[in-house]
C-alpha cells in the first residue's frame, strides 16, 4: 500500500514562494499518475498539477508558468515549487497518487487517484 506524507507548507506573503515535498513509500510500480490537489475551506478540492511516469505534466490554468511539478525517482519524493503565490491560494495541499497507470485527461479529477496523504497548509497574506 502507498503512504504520501507531505511537507514543505508555511505562512508566506503574496509573491512569495514555497515547495512542497511529498513522500511517498511502498511505490514499485513503473507506471504512475502523481498529483498535487488543494482545498480551501468551503470549496471543492481542485487539481493542481500531475506528473507521471513518462515525464508528462499537466498543470491546471490558473497555476501556469508559477508552479512547477518535478519527481526524484531515487528519493520517492515529488515536488511542487510555487512561486509568485496569490492569496487565494490559501488551502490544504494534498498530493495523491495513481499507481497503476500514467495520467490521462482526468488528472485533475480527486476519483482518478486512489492513495491520499494527510495534507500541509499553506497561507497567502496580502
Known amino acids: 500500500q502507498v503512504q504520501l506524507v507531505e511537507s514543505g507548507g508555511g505562512s508566506v506573503q503574496a509573491g512569495g514562494s514555497l515547495r512542497l515535498s511529498c513522500a511517498a513509500s511502498?511505490?514499485?510500480?513503473?507506471?504512475?499518475?502523481m498529483g498535487w490537489f488543494r482545498q480551501a475551506p468551503g470549496k471543492e478540492r481542485e487539481g493542481v498539477a500531475a506528473i507521471d511516469s513518462d515525464g508528462s505534466t499537466s498543470y491546471a490554468d490558473s497555476v501556469k508558468g508559477r508552479f512547477t511539478i518535478s519527481v526524484d525517482v531515487a528519493k520517492n519524493t515529488l515536488y511542487l515549487q510555487m512561486n509568485n503565490l496569490k492569496p487565494e491560494e490559501t488551502a490544504m495541499y494534498f498530493c495523491?497518487?495513481?499507481?497503476?497507470?500514467?495520467?490521462?485527461?482526468?488528472?485533475?479529477?480527486?476519483?482518478?487517484?486512489?492513495?491520499w496523504g494527510q495534507g500541509t497548509q499553506v497561507t497567502v497574506s496580502s
Open positions: 495523491a497518487a495513481n499507481p497503476w497507470r500514467a495520467c490521462d485527461s482526468t488528472w485533475a479529477r480527486t476519483t482518478a487517484y486512489g492513495d
Open positions: 511502498g511505490y514499485t510500480y513503473s507506471s504512475y499518475c
